[in-house]
């Protein structure tokens, strides 16, 4: 693995009123006149967000029930409300939420019904992580778009602010009024586990340009977006979902890189920003992962920032937060750093309790938690979910996937698309030499609701463009017979295509792909994910990145190989040679055309 210098070294190269971060806030007055109705349970509700299971508020699957009961111990979305007042509501795929628009906008509706039919009822703050690319909640036919990577790739603001916007009028058209997006993290370690092409790049203007043109466009759909994961989460090796990264960084190195991005989603009005399960010892040396730092998050978040819009936290689920100290403490120590809204902890009831105890026995203060409602309300203000938090199944058939939108997405992905290697000018292929073409490789399952496998959405995109094409799933670690047969099923086309992931140095892909290369058929390999796969397979003839493996930018793929679109993409991040890494192989920058 590259050392933390050689890459840095290779890489670095309601009224306007009430925005967040603005100085005026005109009807904090209103607000503050309904934070003092409050009970001290419901302020404490208010701060949390929490997952929920099954499709319907009120009427969800027998599964789902008994599923809500067992970690939550209430039966459904309202119960939840009813009983903990929580201000903000996530939507997981795999907590069912999200089987369809109209089942999502029906969805959204009854727990705004369930929350506002409360006494002193609230509107609630519907959150997702629609990222888009590998991290996508909502699936088709709502519109996905490239993931942060590619538009790192296409490299136009404008396509960033069109991709918030569209999505956002999307969200909006769903009751989804706060999305998790955009990474802000400027991604210098390739072997990062869990950012990687969830980042626009390695270069922090490039990233902070992007990051600003993103939020503009969420916002201006009425969606709240969220840089994420402050203070920075893009060199780590280890994932924060199973363990506690540490960020070596020095503060002079922190200024010049991370803080960049998180600097420039300030000044674009950015509603919220979430905090990352890490621990930077240059920005606060007590051992505290950034989530409960008060240095971090209010003395250098807040204070040397300037920003005063909504802080998140990153699930409180995740083992970067839970190692130091118990559920518990967490949410407590939360509160005391800074933070304003408190996600999906492990336990609702645990983290609920503690946070009323830590008042009641004077740890906190009632004023700090209505120093965060009053943000949080501000935002829902902002949004206009005070006016209506209701949403129409009109809107949703008017707005959501329509073929305006999806055609914006495949243009864009266009633009994405990068073509890093191309030797003796193999692509674009033509039907008439090459017009049988096999396609092999790895099938991982689909991030986000679309259609997949890879290899089945490259060979059906290929047949659509006049190739005779067979898919042939191989997986991510191939076995030697499946090599063999895959090589066998190579010698009877006249080219085959190769979808790469996450390639190592002994994975059997290699394997697979040299042997492929062997037969003598032009091998073109598409890295459907991180584009250093390029690096270890030094024998391929074409390489191509789509930097994930949704449809859309496999499609853009295809369209590139058969030379309906000339590739336009530049490398958002260096790849280093698999042999030296200290060596840069392709700068960030590069990119081949026709």
């Not at 969420?218 to 709240?224: E, F, G, I, N, T």
């Not at 005391?336 to 503690?354: C, E, H, I, R, T």
């Not at 290369?517 to 391929?540: E, F, I, K, M």
């Not at 590139?560 to 040679?577: M, T």
């Amino acid at each position: 693995m590259p050392s933390r210098r050689t890459v840095l070294a290779a890489t670095m190269g309601v009224t306007a009123s009430l925005a967040i971060g603005g100085t005026a806030h005109a009807d904090d007055t209103r607000l503050r006149s309904l934070i003092s109705r409050m009970t001290l349970p419901e302020k404490v509700g208010q701060l949390f967000v929490m997952r929920v299971y099954g499709h319907s508020a009120t009427a969800p699957d027998q599964a789902d029930i008994d599923a809500n009961l067992s970690e939550i111990g209430v039966r459904t979305a309202a119960e939840l409300i009813a009983r903990y007042r929580v201000g903000g509501i996530i939507y997981f795929t795999w907590a069912h939420n999200t089987r369809d628009p109209h089942q999502i906008a029906d969805l959204s509706n009854g727990i705004q019904k369930a929350s506002l039919s409360q006494p002193r009822g609230l509107p609630v703050l519907v959150a997702t992580d629609q990222e888009h690319g590998i991290v996508c909640r909502i699936g088709a036919p709502a519109t996905l778009f490239p993931g942060a990577m590619a538009i790192g790739a296409g490299g136009s603001r404008d396509d960033a602010r069109t991709l918030g916007r569209i999505s956002g009028a999307e969200l909006r058209a769903m009751g989804v009024n706060q999305d998790y997006s955009p990474d802000a993290d400027v991604n210098v370690n390739p072997a990062n586990p869990v950012i990687g092409v969830r980042s626009f790049g390695a270069d922090p203007d490039a990233v902070a340009g992007l990051v600003a043109a993103e939020v503009k466009g969420y916002q201006s759909s009425q969606v709240a977006a969220t840089a994420k994961h402050f203070p920075g989460h893009g060199d780590t090796a280890v994932d924060s979902h199973f363990g506690f990264p540490v960020i070596t960084h020095s503060r002079e190195v922190w200024e010049a890189l991370d803080a960049v991005p998180f600097r420039a989603a300030v000044k674009a009005g950015i509603d919220s920003i979430m905090t990352a399960h890490i621990m930077v010892p240059a920005l606060d040396d007590s051992g505290d992962p950034a989530t409960l730092s008060h240095p971090i998050l209010t003395g250098i978040l807040r204070g040397e920032l300037g920003y005063d819009g909504v802080v998140i936290t990153d699930s409180l689920g995740m083992e970067g937060v839970r190692q130091k100290y118990g559920d518990d403490r967490v949410p407590v120590l939360a509160l005391k750093a800074g933070v304003d809204q408190l996600l999906n902890p492990p336990s609702l009831d645990v983290a609920w309790n503690a946070v009323l105890k830590a008042v009641q026995g004077g740890e906190l203060t009632e004023a700090r938690l209505d120093e965060s409602i009053l943000r949080v309300l501000r935002l829902k203000a902002k949004l206009g979910l005070f006016k209506d938090a209701y949403v129409s199944r009109a809107g949703v058939s008017r707005t959501v996937g329509t073929r305006s939108h999806r055609a914006a997405a495949d243009r864009i992905a266009e633009r994405t698309t990068t073509l890093l290697v191309n030797e003796e000018g193999l692509l674009p292929l033509s039907r008439r030499t090459h017009g049988k073409v096999l396609v092999v490789g790895a099938d991982p399952a689909s991030p986000s609701g679309t259609t997949g496998p890879p290899t089945g959405v490259l060979a059906a995109a290929l047949g659509e463009l006049g190739f005779t094409a067979t898919a042939r799933s191989t997986g991510t670690d191939p076995s030697a017979a499946t090599v063999s047969a895959a090589v066998a099923a190579a010698r009877e086309a006249d080219a085959v295509v190769v979808a790469t992931y996450n390639v190592t140095a002994g994975s059997s892909q290699r394997t697979l792909v040299e042997q492929l290369v062997a037969t003598g058929r032009p091998v073109v390999a598409v890295a459907v994910r991180n584009p250093y796969d390029v690096a270890q397979l030094p024998s391929v003839a074409a390489y191509l990145a789509s930097y994930s493996w949704t449809d859309v930018e496999l499609r853009a793929a295809a369209r590139v190989i058969a030379g309906r679109v000339r590739p336009r993409g530049k490398l958002p991040v260096a790849v280093q040679r698999a042999d030296d890494p200290a060596q840069v192989l392709y700068p960030v920058g590069h990119g081949l055309s026709y």
